[in-house]
């Protein structure tokens, strides 16, 4: 009786803690990385601006033959900068990024502000040579990941060995990813925008937030497809409304002659302005009364 006993909670014992494991063990897809640790000197995979590799050992958190760094003199800031890689095909569910980074000012006991990892809108914080992880849901079966700095206070950044691990696939993380995502989306209601493009995005908010609690896997990555599709699109929308509205005003003198009813507009331009011109032309549009460069445009 005894042993038929101990052989029976054994047995439960064993199954519990199956369970248990498989419950909880995380996968590493790394391979989702290109060229995760730099070590070809080569930036394979990723689109970077404003690094360049070294070799050293200076970084505490080199792994191999090289990483990546942006290096300035401690009297000066480093430029907005930025190593980023979008990746695709993979499964939706909640993920572990982790990076070797650091964001200093040398010779300085305070912690340099104005530098992030990030996937997608989730970001945090780097300071100080550590390893820095950040955890985070795919809805669409992709993210975009890397490193930035904006605004720094530092003058040394540098990265290198990232690492992903795949937490589960789990509906309830995909629901509770659709939250942050929502927030972002709701933040960018409040800039300027073409009235259609703000419609388009509360559209697609009210119709995510309608699959935060309950919605499946499938209504998921739909909702939050519609969504992220709407938050580029109003992103471009904010950028031409700031692009037409801010900084100096150019001085356009345009010619006025053009033919009643014509389908074409001829018109000759001339811009004087103290503002650095990064592109001169002609917005127009047949249904926007104030076009900016969102919506058609020629510099012919």
């Known amino acids: 009786m005894m042993s038929v006993f101990i052989k029976h909670r054994s047995t439960a014992f064993l199954l519990l803690l199956a369970v248990y494991v498989c419950a909880f063990a995380q996968t590493d897809v790394t391979s989702a990385i290109v060229n995760p640790d730099f070590d070809g000197l080569s930036y394979a995979g990723w689109q970077q601006q404003g690094l360049q590799f070294q070799t050293n050992n200076d970084f505490t958190g080199k792994k191999g033959f ?116 929502i927030a972002t989306a709701q933040a960018l209601t409040t800039e300027a925008m073409d009235a259609s493009v703000l419609a388009d995005l509360q559209g697609a908010i009210a119709a995510a937030q309608r699959y935060t609690s309950t919605g499946t896997a499938a209504n998921i990555s739909s909702a939050a497809t519609t969504l992220k599709a709407a938050m580029q699109a109003a992103e471009r929308s904010t950028f ?39 592109e001169q032309g002609f917005c127009y549009s047949t249904s926007n009364t104030s076009p900016t460069v969102a919506d058609p445009r020629t510099t012919r």
Request: net charge neutral.
């Open 240 to 278: 031409a409304v700031r692009t037409t509205t801010s900084g100096t005003v150019p001085t356009v003198v345009t010619d006025s002659r053009y033919a009643r009813g014509a389908t074409a507009i001829f018109a000759r331009s001339t811009v004087n302005s103290s503002a650095a011109i990064l």
């Open 66 to 181: 090289a990483y990546v760094e942006r290096w300035v003199s401690k009297t000066s800031t480093l430029p907005d900068s930025y190593i980023r890689q979008r990746l695709t095909g993979l499964a939706n569910g909640r993920y572990t990024l982790t990076v070797s980074a650091q964001h200093i000012l040398q010779d300085s006991n305070s912690p340099a502000t104005g530098a992030v990892v990030f996937a997608d809108w989730q970001q945090t914080e780097v300071t100080s040579a550590a390893d820095y992880s950040l955890t985070f849901d795919v809805l669409t079966g992709d993210v975009t990941i890397g490193l930035r700095t904006e605004g720094s206070k530092g003058n040394w950044l540098a990265c290198d060995n990232w690492r992903l691990t795949l937490v589960g696939t789990d509906v309830a993380y995909q629901r509770s990813g659709l939250a942050p995502l």
